[in-house]
């Protein structure tokens, strides 16, 4: 595949792989290897085409990773993973933490610009496409409110956040929203609400034998960022019951915009997602954005960027005039 997008795939959980998969179906790329904290010998990967090769040892393919896309939680991977490759290849994250995004920005622009890459933070769905629709129906609907909601289904960066928990050995995170806040936005109300009154956050527990279970409740329901805020049900269950009932991955959710323009004519703009695996968009919205942060780079767009700053057509495969020609 001469001339393909060499793509490093930093950590090889639920996203990794999918990130490998997405990489599979995509002619302009292909694996420049899988980098894992784990003894390689002990991965089994989804496909053939990608040697499995320990985190110690990325210097040595550092000529031969265009972009590398990392894989790892918000919670601890990224904010170390971020600044330290950011120095050494162009990535792609898809950091979650709203509240602190401002300041991972930062500490991502000034390795990406004295090393002349270019890192393409926070990327995915929510933050990532769901954030662009806030900011272009804002800008189009300027005299209005802006709504998110997310769910039902699984929350990667909470469900992570759960499993660094002390005497936690696996977790679901499930955002629901609260069908009645939902409906009042679209009835045209503007309603004030409050992150509780949008969501509820329910968790599916998985404890390590002999855990203090009431200290484990008591510190996700006072998590800053994730839990604290939101009424969260805490469910304990068994590694059998994870296996079986909580397999799967979907999520999904909304971004609404109730606005009035100047003739005092109310508008409703929704944009929505219904998704059967969270990792897998995730992972393909990571691949199109690796494209994007390779192109950014040769023109010399280097640091730090956001989907703010990116025009769609970076993120195609697709030439600009077959994108002017067919889709204007």
Not at 159 to 167: C, F, K, T, Y
Not at 238 to 265: C, I, N, Q, W
Request: hydrophobic share 40%.
């Amino acid at each position: 595949m001469s001339g393909a997008i060499r793509i490093g795939i930093i950590g090889y959980g639920n996203i990794g792989r999918a990130v490998e998969a997405e990489i599979a179906e995509t002619p302009d790329m292909r694996p420049a290897g899988i980098f894992t904290r784990r003894d390689p010998a002990s991965v089994q990967t989804a496909g053939d085409a990608a040697q499995v090769h320990h985190l110690d040892d990325i210097l040595n393919y550092r000529n031969e990773i265009d972009v590398a896309i990392l894989c790892g939680g918000s919670a601890t991977d990224l904010p170390e993973q971020g600044p330290r490759f950011a120095a050494l290849f162009n990535t792609v994250d898809s950091y979650d933490t709203h509240a602190r995004i401002p300041e991972y920005f930062e500490a991502i622009d000034r390795p990406a610009r004295e090393a002349g890459k270019t890192a393409v933070i926070s990327t995915g769905w929510d933050p990532g496409l769901f954030s662009l629709m806030r900011v272009l129906e804002e800008a189009v609907l300027p005299r209005g409110r802006t709504y998110t909601f997310w769910g039902p289904g699984v929350s990667q960066g909470h469900s992570d956040a759960l499993r660094r928990v002390e005497g936690v050995t696996d977790a679901r995170q499930y955002t629901v929203p609260v069908e009645d806040a939902l409906e009042r936005v679209r009835s045209g109300e503007d309603p004030e609400l409050s992150p509780r009154e949008k969501h509820v956050r329910d968790c599916y527990i998985v404890p390590r034998e002999g855990a203090d279970l009431a200290k484990i409740e008591e510190t996700v329901r006072t998590m800053p960022h994730y839990f604290d805020e939101y009424d969260t049900r805490i469910t304990f269950i068994t590694p059998e019951e994870m296996a079986t009932k909580h397999a799967v991955m979907p999520h999904g959710g909304f971004v609404l915009r109730s606005a009035l323009t100047g003739d005092g004519s109310r508008h409703l703009a929704e944009f929505s997602l219904k998704l059967q695996s969270n990792p897998f968009f995730t992972a393909s919205v990571l691949v199109a954005y690796a494209r994007a942060a390779w192109r950014l780079n040769r023109e010399g767009a280097v640091g730090a960027k956001t989907v703010f700053d990116i025009a769609p057509a970076y993120l195609s495969p697709r030439t600009p005039e077959d994108l002017r020609r067919r889709e204007l």
